[in-house]
């Protein structure tokens, strides 16, 4: 399977722009994480892709503030630049995870929980 490449967080689908909010785990706080948690929720029950990705940038825009890089630079920026490339590190990871003890995957399940 060939990755495409993204230039703009508004390019990855949902699914995939989910994974990457995962993927932040060790870096959201508690409040931050159970706000993302409602999101995930809410979207799992909307069937449009374009609404679902909304309802998360939207609860992603609020927990940005948590971050003085995001705030420094606007939210936008902050995404192109930090979402974009964990999605590419999330695309080496499915092409190259062993399995066994992986972190990301370790993550991952536990959101799934």
């Not at 939210?75 to 630049?81: D, G």
């Amino acid at each position: 399977m060939k990755s495409r490449r993204i230039r703009h967080i508004r390019d990855l689908k949902y699914d995939d722009f989910a994974r990457v909010i995962v993927s932040y785990d060790n870096e959201w706080s508690n409040s931050a994480k159970d706000r993302i948690k409602l999101a995930l929720n809410a979207c799992s029950g909307l069937e449009d892709e374009s609404d679902k990705k909304y309802r998360l940038w939207q609860t992603i825009q609020v927990i940005l503030w948590e971050f003085p890089e995001a705030v420094d630079i606007g939210f936008n920026h902050y995404a192109k630049k930090n979402f974009i490339q964990r999605y590419d590190a999330l695309q080496y990871h499915d092409k190259n995870c062993k399995g066994k003890d992986c972190n990301v995957c370790n993550i991952m399940d536990r959101w799934e929980e």
